[in-house]
């Protein structure tokens, strides 16, 4: 894929299915790549956080990404997270993957110590001028260091091969500064978001779209929220994103992350094994309690039948979709107001 296109639509941070003895299980990854790719996301981006990079060797890394672009065969881009320990070995990973045919690279901001802005900036700015791939800059402030705007600003102005944010910070407002501060010079600059839970308010402020956890369950869901954000179909929109947030919700927070994602998948038909963080006996309990809530809520748009015994009937949701729609009409006063837009 020519590196001038630019990254648009839903690009999954796929999970990675573990055999009985915890390897990467080749055949069902390959399954799984197909699956999604025929269930309409545009894009795949491994070695994400949903798919637990830190808990693979980077050897590991490397074969997740050789098997799903081999699998891929061009049909869609491959986003290749390319995180390591330091500037030297990720600008390894680059050089690998660009070898590979990956579209390009996403790179979390350093993570453990709590680095300044500048150090952030020197950082990237180290990476974008010696890698041979595009750059997509990660922000997730909830593990690691921040990506401030000015940071970005100055990554995008300077580094021509740094081409997109994906943001996990699920703040609207951030992301219009960002949008605002970049756009003008870099109108090429892609903005990705990484929160499912106001992916169509940050679709409506000028997102490019998202790589979103929730894809990697239900591809359609994702596909079609994107779709209909897009075309203006606003109120139809609106119902979808409730339906997501209510299944973001469930998976992200009734367990330990990313194991409600993991039994959701299951539940889709694939065998994604067991995880490499261990679990207490009471939250293997939860999570088999999770799993029936999971096969209800998929059994709502007929991914899956009803677990046996059946599903309570619908009460009151512990999400007020009044909040999405606040969230939306807001955005849209702001776009309004300050003449921005797609």
């Known amino acids: 894929m020519a590196s001038s296109q630019r990254l648009q639509g839903i690009f999954t941070p796929n999970m990675v299915?573990?055999?009985?003895?915890?390897?990467?299980?080749?055949?069902?990854?390959?399954?799984?790549?197909?699956?999604?790719?025929?269930?309409?996301?545009?894009?795949?981006?491994?070695?994400?956080?949903?798919?637990?990079?830190?808990?693979?060797?980077?050897?590991?890394?490397?074969?997740?990404?050789?098997?799903?672009?081999?699998?891929?065969?061009?049909?869609?881009?491959?986003?290749?997270?390319?995180?390591?320990?330091?500037?030297?070995?990720?600008?390894?990973?680059?050089?690998?993957?660009?070898?590979?045919?990956?579209?390009?690279?996403?790179?979390?901001?350093?993570?453990?110590?709590?680095?300044?802005?500048?150090?952030?900036?020197?950082?990237?700015?180290?990476?974008?001028?010696?890698?041979?791939?595009?750059?997509?800059?990660?922000?997730?402030?909830?593990?690691?260091?921040?990506?401030?705007?000015?940071?970005?600003?100055?990554?995008?102005?300077?580094?021509?091969?740094?081409?997109?944010?994906?943001?996990s910070s699920g703040d609207i407002p951030h992301m219009i500064r960002m949008i605002k501060a970049v756009r003008p010079n870099r109108p090429d600059f892609s903005f990705l978001t990484g929160w499912d839970a106001a992916l169509m308010p940050l679709l409506l402020i000028g997102c490019d779209g998202g790589t979103n956890a929730t894809s990697g369950v239900v591809p359609e869901v994702t596909r079609k929220l994107y779709d209909l954000t897009l075309a203006g179909k606003l109120d139809e929109a609106l119902k979808v994103q409730y339906d997501l947030v209510t299944l973001f919700d469930t998976m992200i927070y009734s367990a330990e992350f990313p194991e409600g994602f993991r039994a959701a998948a299951e539940l889709r038909g694939f065998r994604m094994g067991t995880g490499r963080q261990p679990l207490s006996e009471g939250q293997q309990r939860d999570l088999s309690a999770l799993r029936n809530t999971l096969q209800c809520l998929l059994a709502e748009h007929g991914f899956t039948s009803e677990p046996l015994g059946g599903c309570p009937v619908k009460g009151d949701e512990k999400f007020d979709s009044k909040e999405v729609s606040a969230i939306v009409q807001n955005v849209l006063a702001e776009l309004k107001r300050r003449g921005l837009g797609n």
């Open 17 to 167: 299915p573990l055999d009985q003895r915890g390897n990467i299980n080749e055949e069902e990854l390959r399954k799984y790549t197909d699956w999604l790719i025929e269930r309409g996301v545009h894009g795949l981006y491994p070695n994400g956080s949903t798919g637990e990079f830190l808990r693979f060797t980077p050897e590991e890394r490397r074969r997740i990404i050789e098997i799903m672009v081999d699998q891929t065969r061009g049909r869609v881009p491959v986003l290749a997270g390319a995180a390591e320990a330091n500037t030297r070995e990720t600008i390894k990973a680059c050089e690998y993957y660009h070898d590979l045919g990956a579209r390009a690279v996403a790179i979390v901001s350093p993570f453990y110590y709590k680095l300044s802005p500048a150090s952030v900036y020197a950082y990237f700015k180290e990476i974008g001028d010696n890698t041979p791939i595009d750059v997509t800059l990660y922000n997730i402030p909830l593990f690691a260091s921040p990506i401030d705007v000015p940071t970005v600003q100055r990554l995008a102005e300077e580094c021509p091969k740094v081409v997109a944010i994906k943001d």
